[in-house]
T-cell receptor, first 108, second 113 residues
């Protein structure tokens, strides 16, 4: 069974700071997803990765398949980035295995 | 824009009174999923449809049922809601069991009184 762990669990940053959220998983996967959930809201899919690196605006996601590790970076963070960021993986069963989430608060 | 729409956004129901939550999609995706998410917890998969094929998770209570009358719509029926069923219910779709990613709806927050 795949275990997905995220760190940190909670993160507070000042506006403009560079943020990194880490995700590690225990077994081989077909893809890794980074998801965003604002308080009381639905989930938005940010990235799906199976190798390498992807960039969208101020967000960058990387994955190292050999080390079973992924990172989500936010450059020039803004208060509207405040949300829970969830790492999730899909494996051979094609079901999502969710991480515990990282609660990010960006202050002015 | 192609999307996944959940109605209503907020639902209040009485203890034991049947309730139905709705999900519709304009993506023409094969697979539709229902997740239950309780406060500060990860979403928990209840069941999914691949086209008309229904797949129930082993630990989903019998109180939860689902219908998918056509490609676009999927319903979650809770036959006798208990206080423990209060949660956010999330609908998601994928074209091919997630190989091309997932699209989530905004969720329905269910309150049981």
């Amino acid at each position: 069974k795949n275990e997905v762990e995220q760190s940190p669990q909670n993160l507070t940053a000042q506006e403009g700071e560079f943020i990194t959220i880490n995700c590690s998983y225990s077994v081989g996967i077909s893809a890794l997803h980074w998801l965003q959930q604002h308080p009381g809201g639905g989930i938005v899919s940010l990235f799906m990765l199976s190798s390498g690196k992807k960039k969208h605006g101020r967000l960058i996601a990387t994955i190292n398949i050999q080390e079973k590790h992924s990172s989500l970076h936010i450059t020039a963070s803004h208060p509207r980035d405040s949300a829970v960021y969830i790492c999730a993986t899909t494996g051979t069963a094609s079901k999502l295995t969710f991480g515990t989430g990282t609660r990010l608060q960006v202050t002015l | 824009d192609a999307m996944v729409i959940q109605n209503p956004r907020y639902q209040v129901t009485q203890f034991g009174k049947p309730v139905t939550l709705s999900c519709s999609q304009t993506l023409n995706h094969n697979v539709m999923y229902w997740y239950q998410q309780k406060s500060s917890q990860a979403p928990k998969l209840l069941f999914h449809y691949y086209d008309k094929d229904f797949n129930n998770e082993a630990d989903t209570p019998d109180n939860f049922q689902s219908r998918r009358p056509n490609t676009s719509f999927c319903f979650l029926d809770i036959r006798s809601p208990g206080l423990g069923d209060a949660a956010m219910y999330l609908c998601a779709t994928s074209r091919d069991h997630g190989l091309s990613g997932y699209t989530f709806g905004s969720g329905t927050r269910l309150t049981v009184v």
